[in-house]
């Protein structure tokens, strides 16, 4: 069964602070792992898009890497605009329809 | 402007009652999707469809119906709403799945309380 994990659940960081976020996943031949941004009140919405292992995506200060087993988001130098939800899902070869979502990780940046 | 909306964004009904909400994408996107959206639980598929008239079961349906008559409407009703159905329900459309894997684009979410 297709399986995402984030950690940790909550992270706090001053401003300035660079960290990472971790999405572990298992999955029957990964068509996509995917990163999304969810503000209170909002629907999530799209980061990144990763495919295969060894591949990484930059926006910002924001970059994420992949590996066969897990994916991290890295944040360097984080503003308290960066506060938010950041949702991971993975996109399998036998549910090629559906994305599988981790619990998040509620990130709070602090002046 | 293109985009997805939904609607009502906030909806308080009785216990029994039956609710819709509303869904309707402008990307003549072919896939859509209805989650819902816990504490502790994270995004849970509810329901999605592949295209007009076509709709399959997610991991949680019980107790939800959908239809799709039109490629930009994706309608979710709750026959007879109970107070575990209160939640945060998020509609989300997407291009066909191919050999990589297909972002989804979200709403902006109704949040549905049941008294």
């Known amino acids: 069964e297709d399986q995402v994990t984030q950690s940790p659940e909550a992270l706090r960081l001053q401003e300035g602070e660079s960290s990472s976020l971790n999405c572990s996943y298992t999955?029957?031949?990964?068509?996509?792992l995917f990163w999304y941004r969810q503000d209170p009140g909002k629907g999530p919405e799209f980061l990144f898009t990763?495919?295969?292992a060894g591949e990484e995506k930059e926006k910002e200060r924001l970059k994420a890497t992949l590996t066969k087993k897990e994916s991290f988001l890295h944040i360097t130098a984080p503003k308290p605009e960066d506060s938010a939800t950041y949702l991971c899902?993975?996109?399998?070869?036998?549910?090629?329809?559906?994305?599988?979502f981790g619990t998040g990780t509620r990130l709070q940046v602090f002046p | 402007d293109a985009g997805i909306t939904q609607s009502p964004r906030y909806k308080i009904t009785e216990t029994g009652r039956q609710v819709t909400l509303m869904c309707h994408q402008t990307?003549?996107?072919?896939?859509m999707f209805w989650y819902r959206q816990d504490l502790g639980h994270g995004l849970r598929l509810i329901y999605y469809?592949?295209?007009?008239?076509?709709?399959d079961k997610g991991e949680v349906p019980d107790g939800y119906v959908v239809s799709r008559s039109k490629t930009e409407n994706f309608p979710l009703t709750l026959e007879s709403a109970t107070r575990s159905q209160t939640s945060v329900y998020f509609c989300?459309?997407?291009?066909?799945?191919?050999?990589?894997?297909?972002?989804?684009?979200f709403g902006p979410g109704t949040r549905l309380t049941v008294l």
């Open positions: 899902a993975v996109q399998g070869r036998e549910d090629t329809d559906k994305l599988i």
């Open positions: 469809s592949a295209a007009a008239d076509i709709t």
């Open positions: 990307w003549s996107h072919s896939y």
């Open positions: 989300a459309s997407s291009a066909p799945p191919s050999g990589r894997g297909k972002k989804q684009f």
């Open positions: 990763l495919y295969s």
């Open positions: 999955v029957s031949g990964l068509r996509g």
